[in-house]
């Protein structure tokens, strides 16, 4: 049975939408509905009968996450660089975070003159084999798992997926002819891997979004921000995309108490020097490894992969670099998702809304209701759709700049304030993240892949 992290009991208040696009959209508030509530009213909008009753048929047959028709999902792609990436049988996008070269850590760094000459020289990198990314691992198979457990030394496997996204997909996995065993470890009541079915890789659900809303109007919101074009800035030199900014500044807000039990996962592997055996829980959880993910191992994931490695001082280029590579890691499965999103929008909404309304004609005494504008829907082009599957560079890069050091104040400020960490664990955690290496051929290296940039994307 998978765990969880701490959840509060009250929620904060409602509020309208606001006016200003980079605010935060009180969908993402994740304030509890009342329960005889009507669909999509979380972001405080009712919706038409007509929007209603078409989500309430989406419901049971629309997932969130696009799934693969064919066994694609098992391949590895071609000329991806290894490291990083890993060959997890099932799971797409999988690679270890480690290996970057980095800063010195705080004990080097704060250390008499003589013994920071003595450093002079030195190569330190993230350290491997500690944290590891994908895209969701419902597909896992046996060997996988092998892989993870077995080799890899993995114990945990933090999900950062809303509750919606899962119990979608557990809907696909319910419906998959056996026969084809496409999900031969997947719960088909809960569509996850749990460590029945998994011995020695626990699951612990940490959403970022305890419950996204997949309404009209919080619809419009995310297409505004995942579809929005990729333009030059003049001032800082790079092309990149303001919704994707929007957007991973609205996950680091509302991920970071998510965020918050990894990090304190990793204290206690600290602590344990590395073993993360932990005496009540041993029986399940043996290995220093864990893996952290949400759908497609991108947004969320990216967020918290670019919070580790600034922490350690690795470089914006290589950050960009290694966030980027989620596009050529996808593979096939990439080319997926864009013409299901093309064809559906997402969720269960379907294509791109048109604009929003605040009135519609009604019967006589019939209350008025604040609602989407008709029933039009455009669908999404092809390049709309690849852009919500993308991870160009410049939108990390725009992000750790604008967000993370302009309004966030910084990494450590991030960890203290926002995480509630403090300065001693921060401390911490940079010293067991960072370690030497005896020369350059131990450090992760930039590297093309044919048919992909980290700014310009796969090229279709």
Known sequence: MATQGPTTDSSPPQSP?????TEP??????????????????????????????????????????EPEEHIHLEFPARLPTPPFIHVHGVPN????????CSPPPSSSSSSSSSSNDDAGKIYTLRRGILFRCAHPTHLTPQGLETVTSQL????????????EIARLATTVANSPAAENLYPLADPNTGTIESS???????VFVPVYQSEDYGPVALARKLQWYTDEHRHDEASGFAYST?????????????????????????????RGGDGADGATAAAVDGPGLIFHCTAGKDRTGVFGALIHRLVGVDDDTICWEYALTEPGLGRWRDQFIKRIS????????????????????????????????????????????????SRAGNMRAWLTQVLDGEFGGVEKYLKEKCGLSGEEVKRLREFLTVEVNGEDEVIAKSAIEGWTPEGGVVD
């Open 197 to 203: 079915a998994a011995p020695g890789l626990e699951r």
């Open 343 to 390: 064809a559906g929008g997402l969720g269960g909404g379907g294509g791109k809304p048109s604009a929003l309304g605040t009135e519609k004609k009604k019967d006589a005494g019939e209350p008025a209701e604040k609602i989407y504008q008709g029933d039009r829907k455009t669908p999404l082009s092809r390049a709309e759709a690849a852009r919500i599957c993308g």
């Open 153 to 164: 030394k993995i114990s945990r496997m933090y999900d950062l997926r809303s509750g919606p």
């Open 25 to 66: 959209y009180p969908p993402f508030l994740d304030v509890k509905p009342p329960a005889d509530a009507p669909i999509s009213s979380a972001n405080g909008t009712l919706i038409s009968p007509s929007e209603k009753e078409k989500e309430l048929a989406a419901e049971g047959k629309s997932s969130t996450t696009p």
């Open 243 to 271: 919704g994707f900014v929007n957007a991973y500044r609205d996950i680091a807000t509302h991920g970071a108490d998510a965020y918050r039990v990894i990090f304190r996962r990793l204290l206690d592997v600290a602590a």
């Open 17 to 21: 939408p606001p006016t200003n696009p």
């Open 94 to 101: 999988f690679r270890d975070l480690g290996g970057y070269r």
